[in-house]
Structures are given as C-alpha cells and as structure tokens.
C-alpha cells in the first residue's frame, strides 16, 4: 500500500503542513510506503485546461498519484473552503484519483468553518469516485502553542492515521 500525503499551503509558516509532517512522522516504520508533495515546493502551473497538461512538474505530480492509493489532503481553509493550489492540484491529478481513498487535514483561524472541507470531499467523490475517511483533523489557532500542537490534535491525528491507513487497507483487500 502507497498513501500520498499533499500539502498544498503556500505560506512558509503553514500550520496545515505542520500538520501533514506530523501524520508523515506516525507512519514512520509503518509497513506500507508514504510519499510527501508539498504543492509549495512542487510550484505547479494554473491549470488552463490545455498546454499545462504536458507541464513536466504536472506529469510527475501526476505520477505520484497514479502510484497512490490512498490521498491525505493537508489544506488551509481559506473562506470556507481548501486553498486555490489543492483545487488547481485536483484539477491536474483528480482522474488520476478514481477509486481511491481519501482523507482530510485542515487547519483554520475559526472553529465556524470546521465543515468547509465537505464540499471539496464531495466533489471528490461524486466526480473521481473516491472513498472519503468520515473522520478528519481540524486544528484552528487555539491548537497551536507556537509550532507545537496541543495533545488533543495530537491524539486525533494519531486516531486519523490509524484510521485511514485501516480503511485504505479494507478498500484495496
């Protein structure tokens, strides 16, 4: 089994990145394979529906989700929804996603959005079939204690990462 964890905050000081390196260091010494994209790092074109296709940075991108068969999608929520690169990401690699499953990291200023991730989990799922985690990880400014995270996102990432690695391995059985 291959999880692709996706990180798609721009910012340097990405609390939502934090996040995806924190799931990154549980599933170290795991028995199954986990890749990190880092869409900051990864500086994808916009998607013009046409010529960016043939980008090299959009066919490895690409390619790392071929090989995946689970996604955890780190995202920032920025006005009540994932970030502009994990869409133009989707827009890119999202046929590359059918069937697979599917897992959320969000991190927010608020408490009020903790829902804002479900319109771009259904769309994963209604248009690439994929298989979303009921249960994802939602930390807001109140979670932090400067880059450490407080022991409650803690634990509920260490539940995600179980969880997920658990029903990636059932849905690929």
């Known amino acids: 089994m291959k ?6 905050s721009l910012n340097p000081d990405s609390k939502s990145r934090l996040l995806a390196q924190e799931l990154e260091e549980h599933w170290k010494g795991a028995d199954f394979e986990v890749a990190f994209l880092d869409l900051r790092e990864a500086n994808l074109p916009m998607c013009d529906g046409g010529a960016a296709f043939g980008d090299v940075r959009v066919i490895r991108v690409k390619a790392m989700v071929d090989e995946a068969d689970g ?33 959320f990291l969000c991190s927010a200023g608020g408490r009020l959005s903790y ?42 990432i260490d539940e995600f990462a179980t969880g997920f690695a658990d029903f990636t391995t059932r849905l690929i059985a």
């Not at 799922?125 to 995270?149: I, K």
């Open 3 to 8: 999880i692709l964890i996706v990180s798609s």
């Open 71 to 103: 996604i955890v999608f780190a995202s920032p929520v920025y006005v009540y929804n994932v970030n502009a690169a994990m869409k133009n990401f989707v827009e890119f690699a999202g046929h590359s996603m059918k069937d697979k499953t599917a897992g």
């Open 115 to 156: 829902m804002s991730p479900m319109t771009f989990a259904n769309s994963l799922m209604l248009d690439f079939r994929m298989f979303v985690l009921p249960r994802f990880v939602y930390a807001t400014a109140e979670d932090w204690d400067g880059d450490r995270l407080s022991e409650e996102i803690g634990e509920r």
